[in-house]
Nanobody, 127 residues
Framework: QVQLVESGGGSVQPGRSLKLACAASGTTFSSYTMGWFRQAPGKEREFVSVISRGGVMTDYVESVKGRFTMSRDNDKNTVYLQMNSLKPEDTAVYYC????????????????????WGQGTQVTVSS
């Protein structure tokens, strides 16, 4: 497994930006597909985005497409989530996760295939 630590959360007004980071340690980072998930109060945790091991492929939940950008720096063992034009409905605890699942049998929006998780970072969007 890989150890993950998120940072960068905070409280912002609607329309502003935040950039989350997730630092990994304990293994070969480039061997892992990385994901971001979030959990709002009273709701189930949901998929936000995923990035392939080399960073070429990304996928996003429809509600954040065009506003969020996920990237990774394998030299720094870190993934990022740039969040622009934030909305109150983006308020949640954001978690990064790692999986070594690969191939067509891996549905990367499914949190059950991710076996390493960070502790989460709170993002609050409010006026």
């Amino acid at each position: 497994q890989v150890q993950l630590v998120e940072s960068g959360g905070g409280s912002v007004q609607p329309g502003r930006s935040l950039k989350l980071a997730c630092a990994a340690s304990g293994t070969t980072f480039s061997s892992y597909t990385m994901g971001w998930f979030r959990q709002a109060p009273g709701k189930e945790r949901e998929f936000v985005s995923v990035i392939s091991r080399g960073g070429v492929m990304t996928d996003y939940v429809e509600s954040v497409k065009g506003r969020f950008t996920m990237s990774r720096d394998n030299d720094k063992n870190t993934v990022y989530l740039q969040m622009n034009s934030l909305k109150p409905e983006d308020t949640a605890v954001y978690y990064c996760a790692a999986t070594d699942c690969s191939g067509s049998g891996c549905y990367l929006r499914n949190e059950t295939i991710f076996d390493s998780w960070g502790q989460g970072t709170q993002v609050t969007v409010s006026s």
